[in-house]
């Protein structure tokens, strides 16, 4: 009986006092991160002494030897770059408007990643359509020779603006397919955003084969010439636009993802990723598109070197190419799953800048039913757990490796209203929403690592 | 057992179905407010066409009748002006340098609230303090005839940045009585920010006779300037400072409390409070401050006549002089006293306009243990119920009537920056931030009336 007693006092106590470590140690980080951390000072070098970084670019070179520096200073035991080879995609002149009678009316666009040039100058109708489903009804008939412009709007009474964006993103992505398909000669497409502004959003599209092998010039109208020209064409169904975009594919080169790694004391072959991007795209300064998540992430090893001493091994990830061609992600977990590597899980911070939600955690071997248990102790935070995480870079190291991802989520609201703009920039990161952001995601990295075996 | 079996069904049918409905319910207004609500177009009126608005003050006396006009539009059954008498201060002229040699140096300063003027120029050295502790050690022989500089730091480590400003704000409230018991000849405080810019903060502060009788000039120096000031003060610690404030104190003239209702379908008698206040600082346009606590408000005036009927009588407050002198908040509810009114609880927006965090519902009457049961339901919202609620207008409610109070408490990461400075403008609202919190709102008064009795 009294052995019973001394175990049931004893379990308690032990639980309670290892509650506690955890919180001191949660505070400590995020102590580090509000009042010493160099996420928002690392951010604005990236941002205002290199700027955007196309894939392939002179920029994203320097990018490179820039987080391999930063990774280096910011106390990693080894730093090392993994060869990706990377499209080449740039951006050329592009001029676009409206001829109504003798008057000639600008529209802000900007060509999607990927697109091709109009070669000579496009002079065509528009075709206004809703979906794939309209375009097709429409047929060959009415869209031969015309330029297709698919004004979906965001769904603006979805809370979350990423669902809009998922509802939406296709027609970026393929929308010129399907009008290539019935003949047009160009598509434009409503920018993917909620913000009413003369701004237009980049962002990556394909052309897909299976639905139509001609490559048709495809671009991003901004929200307010969005209205415009459907206001336009309700009025004047006659209305012209004249087009001319030059845009240029080039051959693959080599480029990096950047690895910086703190090694674990007592699992070194086993790893937790921590990673975002370093690519972006080639308007604004890729503040929050993901210069936040790699400035978030180096600082993760600051943290494992000197405020808790990990298990296993802590990765963290540069990703090059995220936003035209995903080459940084397929590499890594290519390369993991080549040399046998033991991977526990990996966490991204692709969603921006913004002040933190919750952390996104998956179901695959119960990480998810562990972590939910840490709520309460994030709750002074402002994070909660939820189920279902990931990110695009490290997708592929489940698709390989079968192991949980994580996603870190800050508020979305707005996020849209600068993705892929010239709007993406420093000035438009918060510091200390930024640091909270880092915080969150080095304390449940360090959860994981203390609890997930 | 058969009817054993029968009970046993039903009631969780019949909880399921309830819940189904209060979900659809929230859902619905959530949709008005984000696609249909307006609530941005009231606060771009309420900021760009009256502007700020102090008690007493030509432009208050706007936003009373813009108050009355828009509740009614807006669909209330009553709308009607409660009388309350409210100070009358006015900022003036107000110049600030520090002088070094021949060179002198211009201070960003803000005169705070019901602050004297200074008379004659003031010019004199500084004396740098952290707390009225170091004052009073440094005593009479040090702080007499000099201006005493209160620069007193936010501590960033406070992940909730209104824990900082109750830290500190005691300095600007009380900091001149102190500073005067030793002699000194003015005050300046630190802004209350953990913003690193040129604008100052201003905010009310009082005299203190138990203190010092003397009323001495009190401002508050900007984030920079106030590095500034302390870093000269290092290297020369004679710098001395010219001074000169102007500000009138007037008699008290009669203002308003804006009241709209929509009466109650079971217990019209029976009263549900919500409200912000129509008043700010007499810098910027008092666009979160409390701007969006009043259109936020009275957007709840159509969801309870167009989308749920209440049971219970829901009042709309657009209260007078929350910025100095809590005239308003004290009227109502002596008024609500005198006429024996029932009230169930009351909710106050005034925490700006941002990205919503959670509702905070107190203990009285048993109401947070309601409440925090439908944190599932609103948790595709991001909106949690926590312990511990009310504010500034609706806590002599509490005081009067002993009712339990409920607090909006939107995301605040950003809200010390603007807070009380010229940059609380319209143009920093983010308008589905604002309609997210107005949802809120609405959605929770609705469960309340459901099921608070």
Redesign the interface.
Known sequence: MKKIIQYLIFIPLFLASQEREDSIMINKI??YF??ESNCYENLRYLCKKIGHRLSGSVNAQKAVEWAYKTMKQTGADTVYLQKVKVPIWKRGYTECKLMLKDKSIPINVLALGNSVSSGEKIVAEIIEVKDEIELAKLGEEKVKNKIVFFNVKFN??N?S?SKSYGECVKYRYIGASYAAKYGAKACLVRSMT?CNNHSPHTGNMSYDDKISKVKIPALAVSYRDADTIALLLKIHPDVKMELYTENFTLDSVESFNVIGEVKGSKYPDRFITIGGHLDSWDVGEGAHDDGAGIVQSIEAIYVFKNIYRPKNTIRVVAFMNEENGLMGGKVYALEAKRKNEKHITAIETDAGGF?P?YIGVDTTRGLYQLCEKWNSLFE???IQIKKGGGGADISPLKKLLGIPLCGYEP?N??YFDIHHTKEDVFENV?K??LE?GGAAISAFVMMVDRYFE
Do not use: F, G, I
């Open positions: 995020y102590d509000l009042s603006p009474k809370v603006t909620l002040t939600r002074p935070y402002y508020d609201q707005r918060h200390r929403e909270l």
